[in-house]
């Protein structure tokens, strides 16, 4: 019987736990949203978490008083780019590193995050200054390849490996050059990989604040400089900040839970097989 | 266009074990397979052309650039100063060496507590329970959420006056906490911020690491006695060192650098307490326009961001030894 209640106690104790963690990651997104529905009538009142009469108007009062729209498209544009320059770069690189040993080479490219990102914006803001590429797409997507370049590597690196060579050997004998094995064999397997390792880059592009800061300007903003719409210390404004966040943040949750076990894989992989 | 469909051959399925000599001709039966691999080596030159050129250069133009004084005429303008402006840095410079050791503080407290509390949510992931699917989806949330969006957040739940935690603090009698506008709560604060949002990354490397070990081990262990914690100590501890030393470098490298959500919830502030060197070097550039100084302390901050990772990984190699 004793052994039956320490059993009972072992599975509590562990949901228990569960529940904690649970609290702990989702206790921030909830409020966010929680809070970005309730209306101003009810964040007055204190009241609790959930709203008691949901409203929309805090994103409605969002889209119409900032220019959150056009600054979800340049965060569009430069992620989207960005991405494309990781994939067509850093897809044969990794395939290179993988297949080829060129470790010292991938070292290097990670490496590339250890540069902190101050340090290549005051160059590049000084460049692009005199070039005249402040507030241009092209001097921020140039700025973000350095965040979506090494990332994509080093994840794709991970999971060309994880691939048998087989089919490719068999490409080979069957006389197919190294472009035809890459094309036709190795990007198809691995499929799943290159979704979540894109989807990745692109959530860092879009979550980047420090080169918009430095940047952009008024025609390139990227989605989070809407932050500082809402820093003035005089009247905070829970619901709209609320649903500002809520705005900026949900599209990249949704897009890394699609994608979660290959995220998941990606991240262990790349670390584990270092 | 000629369709790929040959079936693999049967063997081995990793291109190091693949193997080299097969049976066939002289040579006492044994002859070597020529590779049919055609070398793509070069594969990796865009990528590493690409970057280079986008760091290094830049890079360089900083060392030029911090070696001139600073003119509004321009950056090319200016006096060759040499190196006065690192001098003027390292010895005379109190808001960077506050910024150093700001920094410092806020790196090393987060990288220890989330090696523990990573290792701790991975330990807790690799239990059965219902819906772990979905808990291990879920733990991504912090991670992948924008840091900007969070902030904002947390600064309705983190402000002194009316903000949600200590409004609840109150009601429950314990009265608030100053978390963002006390010098000494603030860099804590931080913190835990950062530990929320990177507890899982580690979680997910250390659950790599954890799924590997040998069911074998642990049961021996039991049948020697051992309990839980002595499994763990002498067990998956050691086994795990070089895993933690990985996901410690990489958070370490991050750590330094960290800007978004200081930025937006404090600017450095109250009073430079938790002003760290990614802000240091950003307002030098953007508010007081210092180009120059400025690329002297974006060279300085990388080269002490090297010299960090250096030292994390020459500690374990002689730990390994």
Do not use: C
Request: no cysteine; proline share 6%; glycine share 8%.
């Amino acid at each position: 019987m004793s052994l039956m209640v320490k059993k009972v106690t072992k599975r509590t104790g562990l949901y228990a736990l569960v529940v904690v963690v649970l609290v702990f990651v989702l206790f921030v997104p909830f409020f966010m949203i929680a809070t970005s529905l309730k209306g101003p009538m009810e964040i007055q009142q204190g009241g609790g978490l959930l709203p008691q009469e949901p409203t929309l108007d805090n994103f409605v009062k969002v889209l119409a008083a900032t220019e959150l729209p056009q600054m979800i498209l340049n965060s569009l544009i430069v992620g989207l780019v960005a991405t494309g320059v990781a994939l067509v770069l850093g897809l044969p690189a990794a395939y290179a590193i993988a297949r080829y040993q060129r470790d010292r080479v991938g070292t290097a490219v990670v490496l590339v995050r250890a540069v902190p990102a101050i340090s290549l914006l005051v160059p590049y803001f000084v460049v692009f200054a005199n070039l005249r590429m402040i507030d241009t797409y092209l001097g921020l997507i140039i700025a973000h390849t350095m965040l979506t370049v090494p990332l994509l590597t080093w994840l794709m690196v991970g999971f060309f490996r994880d691939l048998p060579s087989d089919l490719e050997d068999a490409a080979y004998i069957d006389g197919a050059t190294v472009f035809r094995a890459f094309i036709s064999v190795m990007i198809p397997l691995s499929r799943g990989g290159i979704a979540a390792a894109s989807i990745l880059s692109f959530i860092f592009s879009w979550n980047n604040l420090i080169f918009a800061a430095g940047l952009a300007g008024s025609n390139t903003q990227t989605v989070p400089l809407v932050a500082f719409k809402f820093l003035s210390f005089e009247s905070i404004q829970w619901g709209p900040i609320a649903a500002a966040a809520t705005l900026v943040s949900l599209p990249v949750i949704v897009l890394a839970m699609i994608v979660q076990r290959q995220i998941v894989a990606g991240l262990a992989g790349g670390a584990v097989k270092e | 266009m000629q369709k790929l469909t040959t079936s693999p051959p049967p063997g081995p399925s990793n291109a190091e074990t693949s193997p080299r000599y097969v049976r066939g001709g002289g040579n006492a039966g044994l002859i070597k397979r020529r590779s049919p691999r055609p070398s793509a080596k070069w594969y990796v030159w865009p990528a590493v052309g690409y970057v280079s050129l986008i760091v290094a250069f830049p890079i360089l133009y900083s060392i030029i650039t911090s070696m001139k004084e600073n003119t509004a005429g321009g950056l090319f303008e200016g006096p060759w100063v040499g190196v006065e402006n690192y001098w003027h840095l390292l010895a005379q410079d109190s808001q960077f060496h506050n910024a150093i050791v700001n920094t410092l503080y806020y790196s090393v407290s987060s990288v220890v507590i989330e090696v523990v509390t990573g290792m701790v949510l991975a330990l807790i992931l690799t239990q059965q329970f219902l819906f772990r699917g979905i808990v291990r989806a879920l733990i991504l949330i912090p991670f992948v959420m924008t840091p900007t969006a969070a902030a904002l957040i947390w600064r309705l739940l983190m402000g002194t006056n009316g903000g949600y935690f200590n409004s609840v603090l109150e009601s429950l009698g314990v009265g608030a906490v100053p978390w963002l506008s006390d010098p000494g709560v603030v860099i804590p604060s931080l913190v835990l911020i950062d530990v929320w949002q990177w507890t899982p990354f580690m979680a997910i490397i250390f659950l790599a690491g954890l799924v590997i070990i040998p069911e074998g081990l642990y049961e021996a262990a039991s049948i020697d006695g051992a309990g839980g914690v002595r499994k763990f100590t002498s067990i998956t501890l050691p086994l795990m060192v070089p895993i933690i030393v990985v996901a410690a470098t990489l958070r370490a490298t991050d750590a330094l650098k960290a800007f978004d959500h200081i930025f937006i919830l404090t600017g450095g502030g109250p009073a430079n307490s938790s002003e760290l060197l990614n802000i240091y070097a950003y307002k030098t550039a953007f508010e007081f326009g210092d180009m120059p100084y400025a690329a002297a302390v974006s060279v300085t901050f990388f080269v002490l961001v090297i010299a960090a990772i250096s030292v994390i990984l020459f500690a374990s190699r002689r730990r390994k030894a």
